[in-house]
């Protein structure tokens, strides 16, 4: 597709399981960010990959949440041992980034948590 | 680390009015500021964005302005129609690459 594509989009978790979050970036872009956005508020900056490396997760809450992406293309978000808190939308974004006018990051459709 | 603050939370106007959002960030390095318009459901989709090198920027009925000396920006939507209504995210980044910092939101109503 020619989309940020995310999946599952919509996610039902017992408290205490492990989620896996898929994200399929638009092909060629190297730069993936990891939002969060919980009922009613904005969206909160989790962790951001140029490539495979990730500069900076200075957003992740917890050890509970990490991150990867292989191939400089799909990134996987785990979130290990889920709490109630962690229910929210989970949204991924990529962009171009090979120089500073390559800005614009397209979000995909966002995958909802629900831990019960 | 960069922070910004949007406000209002809410909006209501007529349809036919304009509305005015704004938006302030604390880091001066900051050099790019997107909107963000987020319907039901959706992922959020830019609707403009303007860069640290010019003030103002128009697209048809919609303009931001940007004044870097008060390190705020704001959108403006002009004749606004019911199909506006939607959450409005401001946000900042300092660097190509690096990530957006976003503002809280704000739920534009327009009615008919």
């Known amino acids: 597709g020619a989309g940020v594509s995310q999946s599952p989009s919509n996610k039902v978790t017992e408290k205490g399981k492990d989620v896996e979050l898929r994200c399929d970036p638009i092909?060629?872009?190297?730069?993936l960010y990891w939002y969060r956005q919980s009922l009613g508020q904005g969206l909160e900056f989790l962790i951001y990959?140029?490539?495979?490396?990730?500069?900076?997760k200075s957003g992740l809450p917890s050890d509970r949440f990490s991150a990867e992406r292989t191939g400089g293309s799909v990134s996987t978000l785990t979130i290990q041992r889920t709490q109630q808190e962690d229910s929210a939308v989970y949204l991924c974004?990529?962009?171009?980034?090979?120089?500073?006018?390559?800005?614009?990051?397209?979000f995909g459709q966002g995958t909802r948590l629900t831990v019960v | 680390g960069e922070n910004v603050e949007q406000h209002p939370s809410t909006l209501s106007v007529q349809e036919g009015d304009s509305a005015v959002i704004k938006c302030t960030y604390s880091?001066?390095?900051?050099?790019?500021f997107p909107w963000y318009k987020q319907e039901l459901g959706k992922g959020p989709q830019l609707i403009i964005d303007?860069?640290?090198?010019?003030g103002e920027k128009k697209d048809q009925r919609i303009a931001v302005t940007l004044n870097k000396t008060a390190k705020h920006f704001s959108l403006h939507i002009t004749e606004t129609q019911p199909e506006d209504s939607a959450v409005y995210f401001c946000?900042?980044?300092?660097?190509?690459?690096?990530?957006?910092?976003f503002g809280k939101g704000t739920t534009l109503s327009v009615s008919s």
């Open positions: 092909s060629g872009h190297t730069a």
């Open positions: 974004a990529s962009s171009l980034a090979r120089n500073r006018d390559d800005t614009e990051a397209f």
């Open positions: 880091d001066s390095a900051s050099n790019y």
């Open positions: 303007i860069r640290s090198n010019v």
């Open positions: 946000a900042a980044r300092d660097q190509a690459g690096t990530a957006l910092i």
């Open positions: 990959f140029q490539g495979n490396s990730a500069p900076d």
